[in-house]
C-alpha cells in the first residue's frame, strides 16, 4: 500500500484545505486520474493520482487544512483494505524500545511478572518514545524488573536515574486489551496530545464528550477551542458558528483562509509599502463602443466574446512604450528599479473564495484575436476557481474591471511586485459637450472613467499622468492607436 502525501504545487505551498474528494474508499484508480479538490493560498488546484490500485483509505477529511507532507490517501494494490496485524508479545524490557503515553499515568508501571501492553500506536495516538530500560544488577530469571523511564530526555542522550519503589510508589498497569478489541467509545473519543490536554482543561472542555477530527480519531486544538463555551474563536474549519437570538442568527464567522487570507495578506503588504498616488480621467468611449461592434461582426471574432476591456488591454500594452516605468517594480532588497521588456497583463477576478488575478503571459505578443481568446479563457477559469497557481504568479501590471458591477471607478491597491494597476470603470450614457465645426453642443454620449493608481517611488505624477492620457486617448480614439 502507498500514501500519498500533500505536495507543494506551487512555489512556497505549506498547507493547503482538502475542498472534495473526487474518489471513495474501495474506487479503483489510474495514475494521473483525479482524486481530489485542495484549496492553497492562491487558487483551487485538482490533485491526480501518482498510484493506480484500489483506494485504501482517505486519510484527511473535506474541509481540513493540513501541511505539506501530510499523507491524504492511501491506494494500495486492488487488495481489501489492510486490516491491524495480530498482536505479538512484547519483549523483555531489558532488549525491547518501549512506547509510554505520559500523559496517562496509568500506562505505565512496574512489579515481578509485569509488562507493558498498550493499545496499537493508531489507537492509541500521540505517544513519547521512552529510552531504553536496563536490568537491575540482581535481576535474575524469574526476578522483578526495574524500567527507567524519562519524562525529558537528558543532554547528550543519557537516561534520568531509575525510580525505585522507595522514592516512588508504582502504579499498576493498565489492564491489556487485545489487539483486535474494540475501544470503548469514550476511550476512542479521549485521544489528544498532552498541550490539547492542557487546553481542554484549561477552556473547561471535557475530552470524553468530543470527537476528534485529526487523523485516527485524535482530538485537535481546534477540535477543544470549538468546544470551549464562549470562546470567540471557537468555531470549526467547514462551518460558521452563529450567535442566536430567538432561533435568528444575529452573528455569523467564517474562517479567513486560502485564497481570501493569501488576498488578505498582499493588499496589507502592498498599502503599507508602496506609497500609492490615484489619478482620475472622464472619457468618452463611444468610438470604443462602435469598435467593439465592428469587431462581433467580424469572422474570426465569432466564437471570441469581445468586449470594451478587450480594448483597453491593448490600450495598456501600447501606452506602456511610451512609459516603461509603468512596467517595472521597486526592488527594495537591491534598491534597484527593474524594467520589464515583456508584459504578462493580470486581470482581477472576483470568485466565490477571494480575488485572484490571473495574467496573460507575454501579452505584448499578442494579436488582437489572439488577446481576446486568452482574456475569455483566463476568466473563465477564474469564476470556476480553477486558476492554477502558475498562472497567477510573475504579473507586471493589472486592470481591475468594476465597470461590470455598474460602478463608476475606485481607487485599487497595486498588487505585490507591480507599480500600478489601472481601475475600469462602467460604461453609460451621458450628457457631453461635443464640437463639430466649430460649434459646442449636448449630446448623449458613451461615457466611462479610469483610475490609475500607481507607486510614487519611482514613477511621479508626470509620468503617471501621461501613461493615462495616452490610454484615455486611445479608448477615445482607437484609431489613434496607429501611432504608437
Known amino acids: 500500500m502507498a500514501e500519498f502525501l500533500l505536495p507543494d504545487v506551487g512555489e512556497g505551498l505549506t498547507e493547503a484545505e482538502i475542498v472534495s474528494w473526487k474518489v471513495k474508499e474501495g474506487d479503483t484508480v489510474k495514475i494521473n486520474e483525479i482524486i481530489c479538490e485542495i484549496e492553497t493560498a492562491k487558487s483551487i488546484v485538482e490533485l491526480p493520482s501518482p498510484f493506480a490500485g484500489t483506494v485504501q483509505k482517505l486519510m484527511v477529511p473535506e474541509g481540513e487544512t493540513v501541511a505539506v507532507g501530510t499523507p491524504i490517501i492511501a491506494i494500495g494494490d486492488g487488495a481489501a483494505p489492510e486490516q491491524p496485524a495480530a498482536p505479538v508479545a512484547a519483549p523483555a524490557p531489558a532488549e525491547a524500545d518501549l512506547e509510554i503515553d505520559l500523559s496517562n499515568p496509568a500506562a505505565s508501571g512496574g512489579g515481578e511478572g509485569e509488562s507493558l501492553v498498550g493499545r496499537n500506536k493508531a489507537d492509541r495516538g500521540p505517544v513519547r518514545r521512552a529510552r531504553k530500560g536496563s536490568a537491575s544488577p540482581t535481576t535474575e530469571a524469574g526476578a522483578s524488573t526495574q524500567l527507567q523511564v524519562q519524562g525529558a530526555f537528558a543532554p547528550g542522550g543519557a537516561q534520568s536515574a531509575p525510580v525505585h519503589e522507595a522514592d516512588e510508589p508504582a502504579v499498576p498497569a493498565a489492564p491489556a486489551r487485545p489487539h483486535d478489541a474494540p475501544l470503548d467509545p469514550a476511550e476512542a473519543r479521549a485521544l489528544a496530545k498532552p498541550p490539547v490536554r ?32 464562549g470562546s470567540a474563536g471557537g468555531f470549526e474549519a467547514r462551518s460558521a458558528r452563529t450567535s442566536t437570538t430567538g432561533g435568528e442568527a444575529r452573528e455569523t464567522r467564517e474562517p479567513i483562509k486560502g485564497v ?114 486568452a482574456l475569455n479563457s483566463l476568466t473563465a477559469t477564474a469564476r470556476e476557481g480553477k486558476t492554477q497557481p502558475a498562472e497567477m504568479s510573475g504579473g507586471t501590471f493589472t486592470i481591475t474591471n468594476v465597470g461590470v458591477f455598474g460602478v463608476d471607478a475606485g481607487t485599487p491597491i497595486i498588487n505585490p511586485g507591480e507599480s500600478a494597476i489601472l481601475c475600469f470603470g462602467t460604461v453609460r450614457k451621458q450628457p457631453w459637450v461635443v464640437t463639430e465645426n466649430g460649434e459646442e453642443r449636448i449630446v448623449p454620449r458613451q461615457i466611462t472613467t479610469l483610475a490609475l493608481s500607481f507607486d510614487h517611488r519611482h514613477i511621479d505624477g508626470e509620468k503617471g499622468s501621461r501613461f493615462l492620457a495616452d490610454v484615455a486617448g486611445i479608448i477615445e480614439d482607437p484609431a489613434s492607436a496607429l501611432l504608437f
Not at 466574446?305 to 516605468?325: C, F, G, Q, Y
Open 198 to 229: 492542557k487546553l481542554a482543561k484549561d477552556l473547561g472542555v471535557d475530552l470524553a464528550t468530543l470527537t476528534g477530527s485529526g487523523r485516527d480519531g485524535v482530538i485537535t486544538r481546534g477540535d477543544v477551542e470549538a468546544a470551549a463555551p
Open 260 to 373: 481570501r487570507k493569501m488576498m488578505a495578506q498582499a493588499m496589507s503588504e502592498s498599502a503599507f509599502t508602496s506609497p500609492h498616488v490615484t489619478e482620475w480621467i472622464t472619457v468618452d468611449a463611444t468610438r470604443t463602443m462602435e469598435f467593439v461592434e465592428r469587431l462581433k461582426a467580424r469572422r474570426e471574432f465569432r466564437d471570441v466574446k469581445v468586449s470594451p476591456l478587450l480594448v483597453l488591454s491593448r490600450a495598456v500594452i501600447l501606452a506602456m512604450r511610451r512609459t516603461p516605468e509603468i512596467n517595472s517594480y521597486w526592488d527594495e532588497a537591491a534598491q534597484e528599479v527593474v524594467y520589464k521588456s515583456y508584459v504578462n497583463l493580470g486581470i482581477a477576478a472576483a470568485t466565490p473564495r477571494g480575488l485572484v488575478v490571473p495574467n496573460v503571459k507575454e501579452a505584448q505578443d499578442h494579436s488582437l484575436l489572439e488577446l481576446a481568446t
